[in-house]
């Protein structure tokens, strides 16, 4: 038999001991404790000694001594020592946060909330401290619903260290952990893209910034809602006060708004941005189609001396006009950044287009009245000798590139990815219905019927009967009859202004039709 002290100096191997034998002779297992024959069983907690392993099916907490050897990951939880979990900090933070104006950070707390209205649930407000450059904390005293006073803040980490009166190793700890969030990217400072900011000033630096700002040529705008905003607001080209501004706030602003936030501001400059771009889009459109016209048309006229109609030039151009007026209520994208009057670009680009449109018209032209191109390449019939058929085919040309333009100018990319307006659509195909249309002339017989009656009843003719309708030929023919007395009636009351007796004999004359060369030789007045 081995005596006890052979068992003490025995040397055993511990780390090649296999687990399962360990745990078969202690008759315990991986899972919990056993009985003797290797079962499991469920025992009271009172009979449980320090060492003894257990399974634990539920629960969430476990004794901070523990030793766990098989498991999910715990987490430690202090909400049990301060009595302040997670929830808890956020509700707290939220409360010390403006739930009528929010800025970017007051609205990221209050909407981790499951409610919003949880920010105020509860709660009477006192007091509310705003966050200030001097300060850089905000604080709000309210009392609950038992009546019991509490003052919660947020803000800088060193000002909600300095309120807690740690220890020092403590307060080295917390900065140690708010160094390392900040080695990750994440500061007490909100992180800004494509933006300048500055924080901490003082109302001195406001005046500073605004000023330096003008001196670089910049349109400075400048809002403010207190006393020590007044000279900067003043100084600043667009002054703004907001809703809730102190009176000297709201006398040094040019603007005071009647809501509250921002919002109306960012909606204000998008609203004049988009205003701006209309006007941009009007100017480069009517530059483009004023070019247009005159040099497509005086190309047209100095090349091969092509009479286009007044008429429909007058049609063009009150169409065109029809066009323009829409763009007033056109949709357009505002630009993303500050833009100005750039003039020469402007002219540029309609001049540009303007002579490109001419150009085709020209070449259109051409193609129509000195080639068989149409004819060759779609087979259909040439209308190079048929000067209406030619002149219908200039304006439907010109209408419709000229209509189709408008979409170009207003568009910043593809002109087919940004959506018009529907009055600015409705312009378009009114204009395009009226280049399509089958109605000849517009009334020309009916003008020339009435023309013929006017000349008629100023020389003293008798007016044709209502009834009676001339014919082309007949028609055309009177007209130049009635040309060509009205030409002799203005030449004989030319002569009579003479008030001699050869401007009466010369009048009576050119009444009678005779020859007054043919007189003179025969006859001396």
């Known amino acids: 038999m081995t005596s006890l002290e052979d068992i003490k100096k025995e040397a055993v191997d511990l780390e090649r001991i296999p687990v399962d034998e360990v745990f078969r002779e202690l008759n315990c297992t991986k899972e919990g404790l056993t009985n003797e024959e290797g079962e499991k069983s469920e025992q009271e907690a009172s009979i449980l000694v320090p060492g003894d392993i257990i399974s634990i099916k539920l629960g969430d907490i476990v004794p901070a001594d523990a030793r766990l050897l098989e498991g999910d990951s715990l987490k430690i939880d202090q909400s049990a020592l301060t009595d302040t979990d997670k929830d808890m900090v956020i509700l707290l933070g939220a409360r010390a946060s403006r739930v009528e104006n929010q800025d970017a950070i007051d609205a990221c707390i209050v909407g981790m909330l499951s409610d919003p209205k949880e920010a105020r649930d509860g709660c009477t407000e006192v007091h509310f401290l705003p966050f200030n450059p001097v300060d850089k904390r905000t604080a709000m005293t309210y009392i609950d619903t038992e009546g019991n006073w509490h003052r919660v803040s947020k803000g800088a980490p060193e000002q909600i260290i300095e309120l807690c009166n740690l220890r020092e190793d403590v307060k080295k700890k917390a900065l140690s952990i708010i160094d390392k969030f900040a080695d990750r990217g994440l500061r007490s400072l909100a992180v800004s893209k494509q933006a300048d900011g500055f924080a901490g000033v003082f109302p001195e630096h406001k005046y500073e910034i605004v000023k330096r700002l003008q001196d670089r040529k910049h349109i400075c705008g400048m809002t403010g809602d207190g006393v020590n905003d007044a000279p900067a607001l003043k100084r600043a080209d667009i002054g703004i006060a907001v809703a809730d501004a102190t009176d000297a706030a709201r006398g040094a602003s040019d603007i005071v708004l009647t809501e509250p936030g921002l919002s109306v501001i960012v909606s204000a400059v998008l609203t ?46 009150i169409l065109n006009d029809g066009t323009i007026m829409t763009i007033s209520k056109d949709r357009v994208k505002p630009s993303p950044m500050p833009d100005s009057w750039k003039l020469k670009e402007i002219f540029a680009t309609g001049i540009v287009l303007g002579a490109y449109q001419a150009v085709m018209t020209v070449v ?162």
């Not at 209408?399 to 529907?422: K, N, Y």
Request: overall charge positive; proline content about 2%; hydrophobic content about 45%.
């Open 272 to 317: 004049s941005r988009a205003i701006f771009q209309r006007m941009k889009n009007y100017t480069i459109y009517a530059v483009s189609i004023t070019i247009r016209v005159v040099f497509g048309f005086m190309l047209l006229a100095l090349i091969w001396k092509f009479d286009f109609s007044p008429f429909m030039v007058l049609i063009i151009a």
């Open 364 to 525: 259109f032209f051409w193609a129509a009245h000195a080639s068989n191109f149409f004819s060759d390449k779609f087979g259909v019939r040439s209308i190079k000798e048929n000067h209406d058929e030619l002149t219908a085919a200039v304006y439907l040309q010109v209408s419709i590139i000229s209509q189709a333009l408008i979409f170009v100018t207003r568009s910043r990319s593809w002109s087919f990815v940004e959506r018009p307006g529907f009055l600015l659509l409705f312009a378009f195909l009114v204009a395009q219905l009226t280049a399509f249309t089958t109605k000849k002339d517009y009334g020309r017989g009916e003008r020339e019927a009435q023309w013929a009656t006017a000349q008629r009843t100023l020389h003293g003719l008798n007016p044709p009967e209502t009834e009676q309708v001339l014919g082309e030929a007949d028609g055309y023919r009177e007209l130049s009859e009635l040309a060509e007395q009205a030409k002799k009636r203005a030449e004989i009351a030319r002569l009579r202004e003479l008030h001699t007796l050869k401007g009466h004999v010369e009048s009576v004359v050119k009444l009678k039709g005779l020859d007054i060369e043919t007189i003179q030789q025969n006859y001396t007045v």
